[in-house]
């Protein structure tokens, strides 16, 4: 691509992002924390459709990693644990980034993203000035005091990762489900980093949500695990529709990983501010396993009835962002096409083409006409017929054609109007049929009320 292309290709990609974030906003997606206070920097709130589709996603990672598995069980860990379990894992003494402050304006800058000025002296990009402290180790736990005493000996974090909790209820787990290896441990919860940039909208935030699973096992069995997990991981992604060819696998090299990890790789997806990380997938061999052991005195052994042997599982690890993917979702599903409206008018239509899976609300229900009771008790009652199975939205007020076009703009997948066709004025054959229309096509067809419930499971599940 030449210099110019690219240009005018990010700004581009500025300008979707920016439509995007609006769209999150106006339709109630995605709010700023505390927003009438002035916000707070990398917090973010979910709306109403945001908290829906957030949950979708959650669901769906919880259905495909544990409930349609054998092998794989839950946990839900507690946010404030012992403090000793971030000793033992090395996040107390290791978990930072190096920073710089600026004596002139007092922004603290993370050392490997200053710019280089003149005489290849780093310069603080807020006010240009050269005075700089050397760097430090800026811990990125949130810390905090349990009880009532602020001391040393009350001090608490907020986990910066779901996984030690899965490590360290390994034996209970174990203990309590007589798993046998290979067997994994899954959990979804929020986490906490203090990031010193906080940026690309939802995508780096301080608090967040993770999806992880700690996947044991054999040491031999590692290698072939970690590449099993990438390929489930990969098509996970392709079943809530992030095409292929979006996402990127990188095989982290040698020297990047963490010492412990024979092998990780990074899925990445191609979001319109740069190809960024939504999960790693790791070999961690026996590191967290091992760290506990030591630091708590407790063996985590497992025992091998058949082989009698006693040892420490390996573990792979796919961890995800659920936050990050809602983006990738959110990116990936927006897209603006140009049509005719009924007066042979062009207009634009924003649509978010949702996974139906993943679709926020999975049908809009529409009588014709609000002043019309009959097609209003009708409609009414097929969305009672419909809500103990998937999320409905009723609406009567407005042209019905703005309706659809309000339900593409947040990805709702079908519509369903209730027309004097339905009330049987046009003849039985018609008596009790629906008009369905597609977001997508926006082709319409009709289809018998009592058939919805079937047909649309099959499409969302
Ligand atoms: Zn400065």
Redesign the pocket.
Known sequence: MSQQAATTQSKTNAALMEKIVSLCKRRGFVFQSSEIYGGLNGCWDYGPLGVELKRNLKDYWWRRMTRERDDVVGLDGSILMNRRVWQASGHETTFSDPMVD?R??K?RLRADQIPVGKEGKIQ?P????YDLTEPRAFNLMFKTYVGATEDESSVAYLRPETAQAIFVQFKNVLDTTNKKLPFGIAQIGKAFRNEINPRNFTFRSREFEQMELEYFCRPEQGMDLLKYWLDERLAFYEEIGLSREKLRVLDVPAEERAHYSKGTYDIEYEFPFGVQELEGVAYRTDYDLQQHQEHSGKSLEYFDDETKEHFLPHVVEPSAGVDRTVLALLCAAYDEETIMDDKGKSETRIVLRFHPRMAPVKVGVFPLLKNKPELVEKARSVATLLKPHMNVVYSETGAIGKRYRKQDEVGTPFCLTIDFETLGERGDELKDTVTLRHRDSMQQERMKISDLPAYLLSKIG
């Open positions: 600026c002139q304006c922004s603080c807020v006010c240009g000035s």
